[in-house]
């Protein structure tokens, strides 16, 4: 009896012990290997995973076929043939366990990156155009959406986080927190094709394209070299913060010297008794881009004259500034806040206020892009017994501009670092079979236009090395308008940014959608997404699936000057028009580099452009501006890009 119970004992252990390494031979499989995905047609594509099993057997549905491979050192990689696209298939794997995947679709993959107009999802922040209708509408089984987690990393990575489990099948319950111009982009290709389209989201706002690069492919420039290395060792980040530090503080002298609202040290601004009355007048709240300082980056100071019934208890004010701010009431200091996107909450002691009138004086710094007071129409002055309402005029006048100053020091920091996002949120996806990529980033690099020129056809051969793809389609979306309209013509950091969007087109295979017609110029975030999407699927349709479809408005070729006179030849002239009426945004200049507003008519497919205030041409610009005006198109109805024929030094050559 007790050798039989000793049989069933050992009986049981060995099973336990055999259930037991099953359990540890569990295959594990990256982030995007999940059900609903779609798998690239017609390709060799890789699959990995992880494993305490020896082996694997692969199994896909599509063609029956098994693949075996040794597990080595916990890892194993296999790559399947894919068959023109189709499904819904699956694949199982067996590593003494088995695991499925269901619901695969055999498609076309494209990876959408960039920054936030590539983020802007449908609803949420993004609230696109008609949002409630394109999310309900969107029934479309055959799109499978993979969205990124944001993850920044020193290192590159081996894992993706995504969100949502991995892929989902596109839906009115999936969609609404997705890249709209992905999901239009996608929606417009599977509406011509009828191929399944799995879209792989990895995008972050606010981020520079040097954060989405790979530190290999960034050595070869030595622009970041010393964030680079900073980035490996912490003797030099504490060296690289230590420099930035000490060059800030002497920035912050000479901003503070050269601000006007201080005399030898003291504010003389906030005082009481100063004379405003030569101050303009702004309606606050506001960025006072769009009230009057189009393009100012700088010091701006407002005043305003308040009346309260009592002072005898503290009164609370609350509102944004961008970037950062110092507040004064009736010459007393209250405080300051440091960062754009930091409410501010500040508490005014009884003491420093008085029955009657106040001034109040707020010191505005700005550095880049959009800058004032901003928040709720409605901010105001609140005790427990009073409110009085601050929104309406304000005096103001600038103190110091940042174009006397030079150049404010930067630390990269955070997913800014160069190769950082790279790291995290793309290195994990290398290795994932795709078909393209379509791109919507800029706008964090404008104030270093000039160096996009490089910064972007070196990010794009970078990622077809990375993808192991020389020919790897890349579309992308040229800045749409944004800012104040200018008067007359001048200098612009968009447009050089879209010249060097522009210039990239030189590199095989891209291609590049105009959207200077349907951007808004007081959001740098346009809610008209589905145009964004419809362009650049329009260039996918045309390159890369043989459709005839027209997917550029006229692109600058070549000029010739005669007398006064120059004329301006262009590719996709076919039909070249004007949108309505007569022609603008064509501006002209001499040798003296001014411009001025120029007349263009079209002539033989070609347009000619002059003026009388330039006798002797040198030089033409069109749509050389944040917010241009120019419409000039062709048959397609696209807009043309904006270009200029001179090659004089902009406003950005000598940022880095």
């Known amino acids: 009896m007790k050798k039989h119970l000793f049989k069933n004992v050992i009986v049981v252990l060995t099973l336990f012990i055999s259930a037991f390494n099953t359990i540890n031979a569990a295959v594990v499989l990256p982030s995007f290997f999940t059900d609903n995905m779609v798998l690239q047609q017609k ?14 057997t692969i199994t896909t549905s599509w063609d029956k076929k098994n ?21 819904p298939y699956s694949i199982t794997i067996n590593d003494g366990s088995i695991k499925t995947l269901n619901n695969i679709l055999i498609g076309e993959v494209w990876l959408c990156s960039g920054q936030s107009n590539m983020e802007m999802p449908l609803d949420g922040w993004g609230k696109i155009d008609h949002y409630k209708e394109e999310i309900a509408n969107a029934n479309y089984p055959q799109i499978r959406l993979l969205q990124a987690e944001h ?20 839906s009115p319950e999936t969609v609404a927190d997705f890249s709209a111009t992905a999901y239009f982009f996608a929606r417009k290709i599977y509406k011509e094709k009828k191929i399944p389209i799995g879209l792989i989201h990895s995008s972050w706002g606010g981020t520079l394209i040097e954060a989405w690069t790979s530190s290999g492919a960034l050595t070869t420039i030595h622009d970041f070299d010393a964030e680079i290395q900073a980035m490996k060792s912490e003797l030099d980040q504490e060296a690289l913060l230590k420099k930035y530090n000490a060059d800030m503080a002497d920035w912050e002298m000479k901003l503070r010297g050269s601000d006007k ?19 303009k007048t702004m309606s606050l709240p506001a960025y006072f881009e769009n009230k009057g300082l189009p393009n100012f980056d700088g010091v701006v100071w407002f005043r305003k004259k308040v009346n309260i019934a009592a002072n005898n208890t503290d009164f609370t004010l609350s509102y944004l500034a961008d970037d950062d701010d110092m507040i004064w009431v009736n010459g007393n200091y209250i405080g300051e806040t440091k960062g754009y996107n930091v409410e501010r909450h500040y508490t005014i002691p009884a003491k420093f206020l008085k029955k009657g009138e106040n001034i109040i004086t707020i010191r505005v710094f700005d550095g880049a892009g959009n800058g004032g007071v901003y928040g709720d129409e409605n901010f105001s002055l609140k005790s427990s017994k009073e409110t009085v309402l601050l929104n309406g ?14 150049a404010k020091p930067y630390l990269a920091q955070g997913q800014n670092r160069p190769s950082a996002i790279y790291n995290a949120m793309i290195a994990p996806l290398t290795d994932y079979k795709i078909k393209g990529v379509i791109w919507y980033q800029g706008e964090s690099n404008a104030e270093r236009a000039y160096q996009y020129q ?32 200018k008067q007359e013509p001048g200098d612009s950091d968009w447009a ?21 017609d349907i951007g808004n110029g007081e959001d740098i975030h346009p809610k008209n997404k589905q145009d964004v999407g419809a362009r650049l699927a329009n260039i996918a349709l045309a390159k890369v699936y043989n459709t005839k479809i027209d997917y550029s408005g006229p692109l600058y070729k070549a000029c010739v000057i005669k007398a006064n006179v120059v004329t301006l030849d262009f590719d996709f002239n076919e039909n070249i028009k004007a949108r309505d009426d007569r022609l603008k945004g064509f501006s002209i200049a001499g040798s003296d580099q001014k411009f001025y507003w120029a007349e ?16 002797n041409p040198v030089a033409v610009r069109y749509n050389w501006a944040d917010n241009p005006i120019g419409n000039l198109t062709n048959g397609s109805g696209l807009p043309a890009s904006s270009f200029r024929t001179d090659d004089w030094k902009g406003i950005t050559q000598e940022k880095k």
């Not at 390709?43 to 694997?56: C, H, L, N, R, T």
């Not at 693949?67 to 499904?87: D, F, H």
């Not at 609202?261 to 101050?279: C, L, R, V, Y």
């Open 454 to 485: 490089k910064l972007f056809p070196l990010l794009i051969n970078d990622w077809r090395t990375q993808f192991k793809d020389k020919n790897l389609p890349f579309f992308f979306v040229q800045l749409a308008n944004y800012r104040q309209q």
């Open 496 to 516: 050089e940014l879209r010249e060097a969007q522009f210039k990239t087109l030189k590199v095989y295979n891209t291609g590049m959608a105009v959207t200077t």
């Open 151 to 170: 993850i920044e990393s020193t290192l590159p990575l081996h894992t993706l986080k995504v969100q949502h489990d991995g892929w989902n099948v596109c």
């Open 393 to 406: 005029d304000w005096k103001y006048t600038i103190g110091a501009d940042l174009k006397d100053l030079p």
């Open 67 to 87: 693949y075996t491979e040794k597990v080595v050192n916990g890892k194993w990689k296999v790559v399947l043939k894919t068959p023109i696209y189709g499904g």
């Open 600 to 615: 263009a008519k079209i002539v033989n497919g070609k347009v000619e452009v002059y003026s009388q205030e330039v006798p």
């Open 261 to 279: 609202g201080f005399e030898t040290g003291k504010i003389i601004w906030a005082t009481p008794n100063f004379d405003d009355s030569s101050w």
């Open 43 to 56: 390709s060799a594509v890789p699959f990995w995973g992880e494993s305490d099993g020896k082996s694997v």
